[in-house]
């Protein structure tokens, strides 16, 4: 099966990840912060680590992609998403860690929109069960026209729950106007 129930697992394997890019970012200034489906607590989710590391000043980028580098990964450029760049790991370094566990990385500028939509739906989803429960089930509902393929599971998630994450983003940044108006 594709989506997988939710364990408390995914914490501690963040946890892990973000420590050992720790030990290589060393003393450079950024933050990291977990993001996608298995940030959410009680959602159900592919086990794929998606984690957000957060810079502030563009000159930071070079620095951080040249220690992601020395870690093992490679920069595999921005995806069509501006300010939000993709890292993968080099087959040919080997870490017990960085390569056990299933994990997408992002180096995201501060202010950036990739950002942004990442913490924002990662947060709302948090705090509201009903939209934790519908993306759940449009989770299963595509992996199950996907018949559990991948690929064909990315493609449809693209296609038809980007105006969902649309949706519960426009209430996270309207949500002091939308109590006011009440």
């Given at each position: 099966m594709l989506i997988k129930k939710y364990?408390?697992?995914?914490?501690?394997?963040?946890?892990?990840?973000?420590?050992?890019?720790?030990?290589?970012?060393g003393e450079l200034n950024y933050s990291i912060e977990h993001v996608g489906s298995t940030s959410i607590p009680n959602l159900?989710?592919?086990?794929?680590?998606?984690?957000?590391?957060?810079?502030?000043?563009?000159?930071?980028?070079?620095?951080?992609?040249?220690?992601?580098?020395?870690?093992?990964?490679?920069?595999?450029g921005d995806q069509g998403i501006e300010s939000r760049e993709v890292f993968k790991r080099n087959e040919k370094y080997m870490n017990p860690i960085l390569d056990k566990i299933s994990h997408h990385l992002y180096v995201?500028?501060?202010?950036?929109?990739?950002?942004?939509?990442?913490?924002?739906s990662r947060d709302y989803m948090k705090k509201n069960d009903w939209a934790r429960l519908k993306y759940q089930k449009m989770k299963y509902e595509l992996a199950e026209k996907a018949n559990q393929n991948k690929k064909v599971y990315?493609?449809?998630?693209?296609?038809?729950?980007?105006?969902?994450?649309?949706?519960?983003?426009?209430?996270?940044?309207?949500?002091?106007?939308?109590?006011d108006e009440k």
């Open positions: 364990t408390t697992n995914w914490i501690n394997d963040f946890n892990d990840l973000k420590n050992e890019i720790e030990k290589g970012l159900d989710a592919k086990p794929i680590i998606d984690i957000d590391i957060i810079y502030q000043d563009k000159l930071e980028f070079e620095k951080i992609k040249m220690e992601l580098i020395d870690i093992g990964y490679y920069h595999n995201c500028l501060k202010y950036s929109k990739g950002l942004e939509r990442h913490i924002l990315a493609q449809l998630k693209e296609l038809n729950i980007n105006n969902f994450i649309d949706e519960i983003i426009y209430l996270e940044k309207n949500k002091d106007r939308n109590i």
